[in-house]
C-alpha cells in the first residue's frame, strides 16, 4: 500500500514529487510570487493554485489538462444533475450568464479555474465578481448582469440574501452554490427562500476540484470513477461506514503532473452505511470538520469586513 502523503511533505520534497522535469520550486516560487501571472499558465501549460498557509505551509498546486477536463466534466454533471427542464429552460432564457464571487488578487483556486474556463467566447456569460469587493459594489454589479447561476463563497451568499430580502438586490437565478465554507443547514435554507432557488453545495478542494457532489437530502456523492476517499482514524487505518474518521485520505486520479494520493486532507466525514434515498448510486458522505480550512485567511477577514458594512 502506498504511503500516507501531506502537505508540509510534498512541498518539502517538490522537485521530486513533480513528474515534469522542467518544472522547479524556484520557478514555481518566482511564478506565483508574480500577481500579473494570475490565471496564465506555467510554461503554457499548468494553472498553479495556491492554499493559504494557515497551517504552517502555503501549498503550491500545478493543474494539468486532464484535471481541467475531469474538473469541467464534474462540473456540467453537476448542474445537469440538479436542475430539471423547467430550471434548465429559465438558464437559457436568461443567456446561460454565470457570476462568481471569488477572492481575487492571489494565485487562489476560484481565480485560477475562472481564468482555465474563460475564453473569449464564453467570456460574456461568465463574470468574475472580488469577494473582497464592498457588498453595494457587488449588489449593483449582479443587478446589472442578471446572473442565471449565482457562485462564491458561502458567507457572501448569505449577505447577497439578505440585500435580496431588503429589496436592494433584485436578481433571479436558477441555482446558487455557495463554496468554500460550511453554513448551517438555516443558512442554506434562508438564501433558497431570498431568491426562490435551489441551493446546491460540492465537497472540493485545491488538492482536487471534483471530489464530491451534494444532493438534496445533505449528503455528498463521490465522484467515485475519479477520486479515492479513505476514512481512518489518528493511525491512518481505514474506519467503517457509519463511524465518524479522524480524517480522510484523497487520491486525485486525474492529476499526472502532481501526483496526489492517500493525501491526508484533514477533514472529518463519515460514509453513510445504507443507499440515499436520493437514488445516486455513488458512495454519500457527511464533513464533519474541516481541520484544514481551504479559504485564504485574507477573504475571511474581508468577508467579516463586508458583514460589519452590512
Ligand atoms: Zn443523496
Not at 522542467?22 to 499548468?46: H, T
Not at 485545491?206 to 479515492?228: K, M, P, Q, R
Not at 503532473?257 to 445504507?274: E, S, W
Request: charged share 20%.
Amino acid at each position: 500500500m502506498l504511503p500516507v502523503a501531506n502537505k508540509q511533505e510534498l512541498m518539502r520534497h517538490f522537485d521530486d514529487w513533480v513528474t515534469d522535469r522542467e518544472v522547479s520550486f524556484a520557478a514555481v516560487r518566482g511564478f506565483v510570487d508574480n500577481p500579473e501571472l494570475i490565471g496564465q499558465r506555467l510554461l503554457g501549460k499548468y494553472s498553479v493554485a495556491t492554499t493559504s498557509g494557515s497551517t504552517g505551509i502555503p501549498g503550491i498546486f500545478l493543474l494539468d489538462t486532464l484535471n481541467w477536463t475531469v474538473t469541467l466534466a464534474f462540473s456540467l454533471r453537476m448542474i445537469m444533475g440538479w436542475l430539471n427542464a423547467s430550471d434548465t429552460f429559465r438558464l437559457l432564457v436568461r443567456g446561460g450568464r454565470a457570476a462568481s464571487v471569488l477572492a481575487m488578487g492571489g494565485h487562489y483556486v476560484g481565480a485560477t479555474s475562472f481564468a482555465a474556463i474563460r475564453t473569449r467566447r464564453s467570456a460574456r456569460r461568465l463574470r468574475a465578481l472580488p469577494a473582497q469587493a464592498p457588498l453595494r459594489n457587488l449588489v449593483a454589479e449582479l443587478n446589472r448582469y442578471r446572473p442565471a447561476l449565482l457562485i462564491g463563497y458561502a458567507s457572501v451568499m448569505a449577505l447577497l440574501a439578505a440585500e435580496q430580502d431588503a429589496g436592494r438586490l433584485h436578481i433571479q437565478p436558477v441555482l446558487v452554490l455557495p463554496t468554500s465554507e460550511g453554513l448551517s443547514q438555516d443558512g442554506y435554507d434562508r438564501i433558497a427562500r431570498a431568491f426562490h432557488v435551489k441551493v446546491r453545495t460540492v465537497y472540493v478542494a485545491t488538492e482536487c476540484l471534483f471530489v464530491a457532489i451534494g444532493c438534496e437530502h445533505g449528503w455528498y456523492h463521490v465522484n467515485s470513477d475519479w477520486v479515492i476517499l479513505e476514512p481512518v482514524d489518528a493511525s491512518y487505518r481505514p474506519v467503517p461506514s457509519g463511524e465518524e474518521s479522524h480524517t480522510v485520505l484523497v487520491s486525485n486520479l486525474a492529476n499526472r503532473v502532481q501526483p496526489i494520493l492517500r493525501y491526508d486532507l484533514g477533514d472529518r466525514i463519515l460514509q453513510r452505511p445504507d443507499p440515499c434515498p436520493c437514488g445516486n448510486p455513488l458512495p454519500a458522505i457527511r464533513v464533519r470538520g474541516r481541520r484544514h480550512p481551504h479559504l485564504p485567511n485574507r477573504t475571511r477577514r474581508e468577508s467579516r469586513s463586508a458583514t460589519a458594512r452590512a
